[in-house]
């Protein structure tokens, strides 16, 4: 067990449709990216936030979005949902923002659109 | 801009068999190393980390990993695996010193055990 959980375990929504994939950090860490994983495309980037604030984008699409809160908790918002985006979502955390922090994965939630 | 290539998709092995899953990086820049593990239906756990120093690196499970700069390769070997080692296994880099902290994955390699 990572520290690092995940909710919910498993969404199904249809195409069109707009989700939110929440993520609580590990106790004591500041910072939580999300990451993508597709079979298609393996395990992308998708964004870093840090302390609340964004830190670093990679492959995010336009129509996701995300944010960190003052608990520091985080949540992924995906909408207009295409049959692509189905994927294992991934939030990590680490201590701090920088390349020398360990990154904590979590369980991951498993996204299906119909 | 980094990148990272896992040259075998998938490995089959007998148990007990020693195992090489390979594993090279581009990177105009250094970098710190990483493998990760995935068992099915679970989330990534870190195998073991190169930062500096040695450039033989022991991790958990028995595995090890040799970083060879003018190869610009991080080969992950086992010299016994077990079925319980049957899963993904996940290359990554990230930059060095850097403030971005984000890991930049390879495709995987699915390692199969067979009895």
């Known amino acids: 067990d990572s520290g690092v959980t995940q909710t919910p375990k498993h969404l199904i929504t249809a195409t069109g449709q707009r989700v939110t994939l929440r993520c609580s950090p590990r106790s004591g860490d500041l910072s939580v990216y999300w990451y993508q994983q597709s079979l298609d495309q393996g395990l992308q980037f998708l964004i870093q936030y840090y302390n609340g604030e964004e830190r670093a984008k990679g492959n995010i699409l336009e129509r996701f979005s995300a944010q960190q809160f003052p608990d520091l908790h985080s949540e992924l918002n995906l909408s207009s949902l295409e049959l692509g985006d189905s994927a294992l979502y991934f939030c990590a955390s680490s201590v701090g923002w920088g390349s020398s922090y360990e990154q904590y994965f979590g369980p991951g939630t498993r996204l299906t659109v119909t | 801009a980094q990148s990272v290539t896992q040259l075998d998709s998938q490995v089959p092995v007998f148990e007990e068999a020693p195992v090489e899953l390979r594993c090279n990086y581009s990177s105009s820049v250094s970098v710190y190393l990483f493998w990760y593990v995935q068992y099915p239906n679970q989330g990534l756990q870190l195998l073991l980390k190169?930062?500096?120093?040695?450039?033989l690196v022991k991790g958990i499970n028995g595995f090890e990993a040799e970083f060879n700069k003018s190869q610009t390769s991080f080969h992950l070997r086992k010299p016994s695996v077990h079925i319980s080692d049957t899963a993904e296994y996940f290359c990554a880099v990230r930059n060095y010193g850097g403030s971005q902290g984000n890991l930049i994955f390879g495709k995987g390699t699915k390692l199969s055990v067979k009895p």
């Open positions: 190169y930062l500096s120093g040695s450039t």
